[in-house]
């Protein structure tokens, strides 16, 4: 059962097995999103249940990934990350397309993940069986910082930064334009970009190989260009990175950028940034794919 206890101590039954449709099955961690959604990870169902804030109540997601799901947090960007306690490894989920990939894995330093929190200080922290306590960066990089044998398994954690909500935020926009396979490439970012927080641009769904054009600027658009649009403003300042994508093949090209947003200037607290990648690509109307609009604000 899912139970909302009111600030008054007052309790309401959200949701039980029958009422929820048969989607709950030993609920564990839940997290909420910013549109008001619950998430459930059902601990021995193998599922993650979506609660709507009209209190409808629907399957997320059943993918094979999920092994005992327990420990659950959402960032600014779009993404679920869910502890796998019956695994070893950390499970991130887009919430735009309930997509599932592994994103940090290790049967050593991450036995039997339990909780996880978000870290105001950047990353995720998570507990496991085996008496670890960890850290886990942008890239999926798992750090461990406290262990005591002693200590056996350790199911919950938490820090002071906790209540205090980082404000920043990832959000897509626009169309991209598809490549060779039908590919449409894809901009997207991991954890929510505030003051002093290590995050990362993430790329997926690239011609593998390809020459790659990053474009970053204050302003949005939207300018037929290239049989696409062209999502970023260049009446106003925009930067440009080159690389080439890794990876090999239609669709295969991908890449993580990590990066750090700086903690010494409170101006940059609700700025603007917009980004578009340019991928060369034969399979594109004009030898060019286009990825989706990426818009960050800065938060505290």
């Not at 059943?62 to 092994?67: A, E, F, G, K, R």
């Not at 070893?88 to 592994?102: C, G, H, Y």
Request: proline share 6%; net charge negative.
């Amino acid at each position: 059962r899912i139970i909302l206890v009111k600030w008054d101590g007052s309790q309401v039954l959200l949701h039980d097995n029958t009422s929820a449709n048969g989607l709950l099955g030993s609920p564990d961690g839940m997290a909420y999103d910013r549109d008001g959604n619950l998430y459930v990870a059902n601990l021995t169902g193998d599922t993650i249940t979506k609660i709507a804030p009209d209190g409808t109540a629907t399957l997320f997601s059943d993918s094979p990934l999920i092994d005992h799901p327990g420990g659950m947090a959402i960032d600014g960007s779009g993404n679920m990350f869910v502890n796998m306690y019956g695994g070893s490894k950390l499970v991130r989920f887009r919430l735009d397309t309930a997509e599932a990939t592994v994103f940090a894995e290790d049967a050593v330093k991450m036995d039997a993940p339990s909780d996880l929190k978000l870290s105001r200080y950047g990353g995720l922290i998570a507990s496991t069986r085996n008496s670890n306590i960890l850290k886990i960066d942008a890239l999926g990089n798992i750090d461990v910082f406290f262990h005591d044998a002693s200590y056996g398994d350790i199911v919950g954690i938490a820090q002071k930064g906790d209540g205090d909500k980082c404000s920043g935020t990832f959000e897509s926009y626009g169309q991209g334009l598809a490549g060779s396979g039908g590919h449409v490439p894809r901009l997207s970012a991991i954890y929510s970009p505030c003051m002093g927080m290590p995050i990362a641009l993430e790329m997926d769904r690239y011609l593998g190989g390809a020459p790659t054009l990053l474009i970053v600027g204050f302003g949005a658009t939207s300018f037929p260009w290239m049989g696409g649009e062209l999502l970023i403003d260049f009446n106003l300042p925009a930067f440009f990175a080159n690389f080439t994508m890794p990876g090999s093949g239609p669709g295969n090209g991908a890449l993580r950028l990590p990066a750090v947003v700086p903690d010494d200037n409170p101006n940059l607290v609700g700025l603007e940034i917009f980004m578009q990648t340019v991928s060369g690509d034969p399979g594109a109307v004009e030898g060019l794919s286009l990825s989706n609009g990426l818009h960050e604000t800065i938060g505290s």
